[in-house]
């Protein structure tokens, strides 16, 4: 049994979610060969002699260029069962499925994998048998990542020193025990999360450091679900590799919970915790479910720097409940909190997006801001009640993308933006001409002084979805 495993884009990894089935597949008995398209071609000779192409569907934008292909792999091979898995495979199920791919599988996916490939191998291609969700423990083993280019292909860590660091990426966990109402984990995992055990991840570990990454990133949606699982696997990663360093994506509430852990953090060599702080207007975070408040947000922010950890905020900013004001606001609170620097440029631009199965369309006043779902663009469209925080948004992603593409320090970026959103805010109509949540009105001309101070430790590139 030929099978292909393809990625399309993973934010600049090397994809686990390729490694991880391709050891199982083959232990199974299947040839595997992986191809991740955001660093080479698609193997067109693999193609047309595979029994099964299956794409791996972990975000948003892997999916839409995932679509872009399946037109060609029908023409290099009429007959191949195609098969799309991973987080977003499930969400878009009916939109897949018309475009021809005859087997879903989402949340733990590699039992599910391997299961279709034994019903291909009995030449039962009839309808899908697997679960489309299953979150089933799943008996894993070292990722294989033998059929992937190399880690020097991929994103890799910036300390500001023009010396890049090798990347290597993995997970000790997939799902999340929250239920943050925007989040696409949640039609999937729904409040539930699944361990890899701790001698996988090391082995996996192990064999990306001898590929010579010199820095791992923890994929997990949430590093602390299980702090159990977590705080020994760190501490024994730490044990066997004193130099390595490490970035994990941990969610303001159990950093506040966990608060007395992060000297561990520390301790253990990781450089920079992201996390999803999305708002920093109360209203906002309890439409989004997020668990924390504003103040909670600035307390962990403090904590950090007591602590001696960098806190690499992430933002929904543009979203329906934000006005031009509460946009100023943010940008002030980033600001006073010395954020700048640890906070991506794309991060001012992200506009909310609304996947299917989003749990935002419970909310009646969501059903009734958007339109029909776009099965192309795989969300449901909404336009702001202020057509002017639209503009801003075009505005400020427009300059995102042009000033990082000049090399732009993310200093000069935030300045410009200030001054952009004060522009947009004092020329708008009906804006109150004060109000409570902009702090102060500074002028527009306020610019902050550019310069690498305090660059702060970053990948090549940034999280977004
Ligand atoms: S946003 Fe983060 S904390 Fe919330 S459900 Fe998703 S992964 Fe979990």
Known sequence: MK????????????PFGLASPAASLKAAGASVTCLDLAVEALNDR?????????????????????????ERIRRLNPTVHLCCFG??????EAYLRKLGVDTILG??????LIALMRRLRAKEDGPQREPVIALEKQDFLTPDRSGLPPLSKYAFLDLGDNQPRTVGYTEASRGCKHLCRHCPIVPVYNGRFRVVPQEIVLADIRNQVT????????????FFNGPGHALPLIQALHAEFPQLTYDVTIKVE??????????????????????????VDDQILTILDKGHTRANFIRTALLFRENGLTLNPTFVAFNPWISLAGYIDLLHVIRELDLVEQVAPIQYAIRLLIPAGSRL????????????????A?????????????QLQQTVLQLVQQSEGKGESRRAIFAQIWQMAYQAYLTAENQPATTPIVPALAPPSFVLVDGNRNFTPRLSEPWYC
């Open 211 to 222: 590929a010579g990454a010199q820095h791992i990133t923890f994929g997990d949606p949430d």
């Open 87 to 92: 987080l977003y495979a499930p969400v878009n």
């Open 361 to 376: 369309l419970e909310l009646p006043n969501v059903q009734s801001l958007v339109g029909a779902f776009d099965e192309a």
């Open 254 to 279: 159990h950093l506040l919970k966990l608060a007395e852990q992060l000297p561990v953090l520390r301790d253990t060599g990781c450089l920079f915790v992201t996390s999803a702080v999305e708002a």
């Open 378 to 390: 795989l969300f449901y469209p909404w336009a702001h009640p202020d057509p002017q925080v639209d």
């Open 107 to 112: 949340g733990e996916f590699e039992s599910g």
């Open 46 to 70: 693999a193609i047309a002699q595979a029994d099964l192409v299956a794409f791996y569907l972990p975000m948003h934008t892997a999916t839409r260029l995932a679509t872009s292909f399946f």
């Open 3 to 14: 099978i292909v495993l393809i990625s399309t884009y993973e934010l600049g990894h090397q």
